[in-house]
């Protein structure tokens, strides 16, 4: 079990790491059997999400925290990716005049494909 303050030092250790482009300390904070799913990929390594980070920094631009939460043992961060490529920035939530303007849900997706049928 950990607590607030040594989950937070390790993710913000980690996320910092993997945005500056220091992909050996970024591997660092990672298990072996790390488990990750996003939109586009699924790893059950690290050194796959590592192989996988490497390439995406070839576009990426910067990254900009825009809230953080921590817990005991689980971490919620939601930045912006400034990307070169037609994505654009990648973005959770755009709030314009006091209303949610723009959404992008981003999860893997890829069971809920399975079975929609697409």
């Known amino acids: 079990m950990s607590d607030k ?3 937070r ?8 790491a993997w945005t500056s482009g220091d992909i050996e300390t970024a ?3 990672l298990a072996d059997d790390l488990e990750f799913r996003g939109s586009i990929d699924n790893f059950n390594d690290a050194d796959s999400l590592i192989n996988a ?9 910067s990254v900009q925290t825009i809230s953080t939460f921590y817990d005991e043992s689980e971490a ?8 070169d490529s037609p994505a654009g920035t990648i973005r959770t939530f755009k709030i314009d005049g006091g209303k949610i303007k723009e959404i ?8 809920l494909r399975k ?3 697409k």
């Open 115 to 117: 079975l929609m049928g």
């Open 27 to 29: 591997r660092s904070y």
């Open 104 to 111: 992008k849900l981003v999860f893997d997706a890829s069971e």
């Open 9 to 16: 030092k390790i993710v913000e250790g980690y996320s910092k």
């Open 76 to 83: 919620i961060l939601m930045y912006d990716c400034v990307t």
């Open 53 to 61: 980070i490497s390439v995406f920094l070839n576009i990426l631009n």
């Open 5 to 7: 303050e040594t989950t």
